[in-house]
């Protein structure tokens, strides 16, 4: 008998940022072509844009494809990674958002799309 175990998934696809404030957005995702099992959660970590290999301002596990990011500084680059936990969490897809400048709460049609 030849028994299948499930393994890490392909990325999360089409990343994508909206409702960007000068205080937080929205993140919304695709799930992965590929979940290779049952999808756990979606595991995000949030960094300061072009700081990876530091660790993470904010790591979340969310059950949905959507998770709204708050309490940000305005004017900020921030990178946003989210992979699709199975087994493991699987491969990752990354998006870089920049907070508006300006009041708190001022809402903004920016959209940003998925970078890798």
């Known amino acids: ?17 909206i409702d960007v404030t000068s205080s937080g957005f929205n993140l919304e995702w695709d799930p992965p072509s590929s979940p290779n099992g049952s999808i756990v959660f979606y595991q995000l970590k949030l960094f300061t844009e072009n700081n990876l290999d530091l660790p993470a301002l904010n790591t979340v596990n969310v059950n949905s494809t959507s998770y709204n990011f708050t309490d940000l500084v305005p004017f900020t680059g921030y990178s946003v990674q989210v992979c699709a936990y199975t087994v493991a969490c699987g491969d990752v897809a ?7 400048g300006g009041k708190r709460g001022m809402l903004s049609s920016n959209y940003v799309k998925h970078e890798t």
């Open 1 to 17: 008998m030849c028994t299948l175990f499930a393994t890490a998934s392909t990325a999360p696809l089409n990343l994508l940022a």
């Open 94 to 100: 990354t998006l870089t958002v920049t907070t508006l």
